[in-house]
């Protein structure tokens, strides 16, 4: 580079350097006492300390975050039968909370205290399904209580999801299994669409499609007739079935007397609001192109949650009412789900009889001669 060139691009840095301006000291920088007044001194100060707790709270919010973060990291606490008894109980109510009363909840749920927030009917409900021990929430507020909790209910609707579809889909509505098992296969199958209630201009799907409905209009007046049809599909109680008593309850004849299904092990005899709207919201997942079963369904755009917790209120809500096509619902799916309630028992004239004749015998004379060994 000639000489000349050098000299100008020295002299232009030079004066870049000159024209910019140097950023002005901070205030809050500590200088010797002698060249600030006493004012600008505790101004001063006061800046940095307020600068302090700014660097503690990013500090402790980073440690909360680190936390978090090895917790996901963590390997999966146990929660079968083998794990401590406290966690394995907390676990089974996880998991009948998650099917029984509501499939999601917020990340701060589980710590809740009922009694500031007594309206929420979701916490309400929780209180129903925990053991006693967990009904103080500064118990429910150890991280590892609440790691547990958020495992059970993942656990559930992971298992949930996977055995609906999978296993028992096929069987449910009666098709080829790969309609339901492939994902490509659900989007191109217009049956799935007709009880998905898809909407072909808009693309969008119905919050009460035909899949939730009965074929027939039921018990009651002909006002009644439409209510009482909702909910009380024949989908809905197999799934609720399968869900609860095992997938064998509908993939063969018989008694299920196996006492490792789900309402044996959660002590379920009778179906919940929450059961039911869970079950309805698992059939439209089933049929949906969702491949997650997630709060809202990343390619259908179904609320799922939302969906859920809008029918729990609908049933809740004629059940306190006392309206009757909501009976006829319950009644319809308990007595497919636990046949034992609707057994009738013996009368009491019958038992008046036996007791008669068994008297028969006691007033009856003795043999002294005859002996029995068994």
């Avoid at 799935?192 to 939730?212: M, R």
């Avoid at 299904?261 to 089933?286: D, H, N, Q, S, Y």
Wanted: proline fraction near 7%; include cysteine; aromatic fraction near 8%.
């Amino acid at each position: 580079m000639p000489a000349s060139n050098a000299q100008t691009s020295t002299s232009r840095a030079t004066r870049s350097r000159a024209s910019t301006p140097r950023p002005a000291p901070l205030r809050s920088q500590r200088l010797p006492p002698g060249e600030l007044e006493e004012e600008e001194q505790e101004e001063a100060l006061r800046l940095q300390q307020a600068a302090n707790e700014e660097l503690e709270e990013r500090f402790e919010a980073a440690n909360r975050e680190l936390a978090k973060y090895k917790l996901k990291k963590r390997k999966r606490t146990a929660i079968g039968p083998s794990a401590a008894t406290d966690v394995y109980e907390l676990a089974l109510a996880a998991k009948k909370f998650t099917v029984t009363e509501e499939p999601w909840v917020s990340e701060d749920f589980f710590a809740k205290d009922i009694h500031q927030e007594p309206d929420d009917e979701s916490l309400r409900r929780l209180m129903m399904v925990l053991p006693d021990a967990f009904s103080d929430p500064k118990v429910r507020g150890n991280i590892l209580y609440g790691r547990v909790f958020t495992q059970g209910m993942q656990c559930q609707r992971s298992t949930t999801a996977h055995r609906i579809r999978y296993v028992v889909g096929a069987t449910i509505f009666k098709c080829d299994p790969t309609d339901i098992t492939q994902a490509k296969k659900r989007r191109s199958t217009p049956r799935w669409d007709q009880l998905l209630g898809l909407d072909p201009a808009s693309k969008a799907y119905d919050p009460l499609p035909p899949v939730l409905y009965a074929d027939d209009s039921g018990a009651g007046t002909d006002e009644d007739a439409e209510a009482a049809r909702l909910f009380r599909s024949s989908y809905i109680t197999r799934t609720l079935s399968c869900i609860l008593n095992g997938p064998s309850s509908i993939t063969r004849e018989g008694k299920v007397n196996t006492p490792r299904v789900c309402a044996k092990i959660w002590g379920v005899e009778e179906l919940t609001p929450g059961a039911i709207a869970f079950a309805a919201i698992m059939v439209r997942w089933v049929l949906s192109p969702d491949d997650i079963f997630e709060p809202i369904g990343r390619l259908s755009g179904i609320h799922y949650h939302d969906d859920f917790l809008a029918y729990r209120d609908m049933i809740t809500d004629a059940l306190r009412k006392k309206k009757k096509p909501i009976h006829h619902v319950l009644y319809t799916h308990n007595k497919a789900v636990f046949p034992d309630m609707f057994t009738p028992s013996r009368s009491k004239k019958a038992d008046d009889r036996l007791a008669a004749a068994r008297k028969l015998y006691d007033d009856a004379s003795e043999d002294e001669d005859y002996t029995y060994d068994g």
